[in-house]
T-cell receptor
């Protein structure tokens, strides 16, 4: 069975603060893929990053960075110097090799960045 | 930049009526998906479609649901006899490789309201 847990339901920060969104996953597969999607108030789902289970290298893209740790089954997402436009629901998702093509999403974290 | 489109953006229907939600995936993509998101909840996988047949479906995707690719561009989700609990946002997605190997790109969604 595959499962994604985002324990933080809501996070509120003030602009320019750094914020980390946690994601913990469960899978029995050795080959799997992890994703982060952003859902702004307009409702669409915007792809942010994909990572496969064999690549534990952390990634940085502008103000965004991701920390993948297989030892703790975590794939955390950090926004540096947050901005009001970062306000959205962020979903972590898992696709395991033996489950075909389905993405299993976490419950999401509502991030509010206040000016 | 190519994108997935969905029509209509909002559909209101009465319980027991049939609805068809339409999607135009990205043109060179081969894998197509439907997900749904009940208001305030996580995104849930419904079905994946490849080579003109269903490749995988979830327990949510029961006999009242069907999918079709009637021509070379459209991908539809039909709900035969809608129930109140079918009210949700329905997202179409597509990818050029199997999910995991490549990210799924999501459309803007169709909000279905069943009254």
């Amino acid at each position: 069975a595959q499962k994604v847990t985002q324990a933080q339901t809501e996070i509120s920060v003030v602009e320019k603060e750094d914020v980390t969104l946690d994601c913990v996953y469960e899978t029995r597969d050795t080959t799997y893929y992890l994703f982060w999607y952003k859902q702004p108030p307009s409702g669409e789902l915007v792809f942010l990053i994909r990572r496969n289970s064999f690549d534990e290298q952390n990634e940085i893209s502008g103000r965004y960075s991701w920390n993948f740790q297989k030892s703790t089954s975590s794939f955390n997402f950090t926004i540096t110097a947050s901005q009001v436009v970062d306000s959205a629901v962020y979903f972590c998702a898992l696709c395991q090799e033996t489950s075909g093509s389905r993405l299993t999403f976490g419950e999401g974290t509502q991030l509010t960045v206040n000016p | 930049e190519p994108e997935v489109t969905q029509t209509p953006s909002h559909q209101v229907t009465q319980m027991g009526q049939e609805v068809i939600l339409r999607c135009v995936p990205i043109s060179n993509h081969l894998y197509f998906y439907w997900y749904r998101q009940i208001l305030g909840q996580k995104v849930e996988f419904l079905v994946s479609f490849y080579n003109n047949e269903i490749s995988e479906k979830s327990e949510i995707f029961d006999d009242q649901f069907s999918v079709e690719r009637p021509d070379g561009s459209n991908f539809t989700l039909k709900i035969r006899s809608t129930k109140l609990e079918d009210s949700a946002m329905y997202f179409c997605a597509s990818s050029d490789l199997l999910a995991g190997e490549r990210e799924q790109y999501f459309g803007p969604g169709t909000r279905l309201t069943v009254t």
